[in-house]
């Protein structure tokens, strides 16, 4: 059995998507809708929580991400 993950706070996943944009922003990354995904907080029933909403982007974006992504891991 896998040990728990405390549930992460709204300030958990703030500080991950600030550190996200900083990241993407080195490599001359924006994703204009990077944000917190507010509903995976909402409500009773057990979801993921803690989403991070990465939004929509055009595909010279997405092209330059997963360029950036492949050089990363060394392909």
Do not use: W
């Not at 944009?21 to 917190?36: F, K, N, Q, V």
């Amino acid at each position: 059995m896998e040990p728990t993950q405390p549930e992460p706070t709204v300030f958990d996943v703030t500080l991950c998507v600030e550190e996200l944009r900083d990241a993407l922003r080195e490599h001359g990354i924006t994703l204009p809708s990077l944000r917190i995904d507010l509903p995976s907080f909402a409500g009773s029933y057990r979801t993921p929580r803690g989403l991070v909403a990465l939004g929509g982007c055009n595909a010279a974006t997405a092209r330059k991400l997963a360029a950036v992504l492949r050089n990363a891991a060394g392909q």
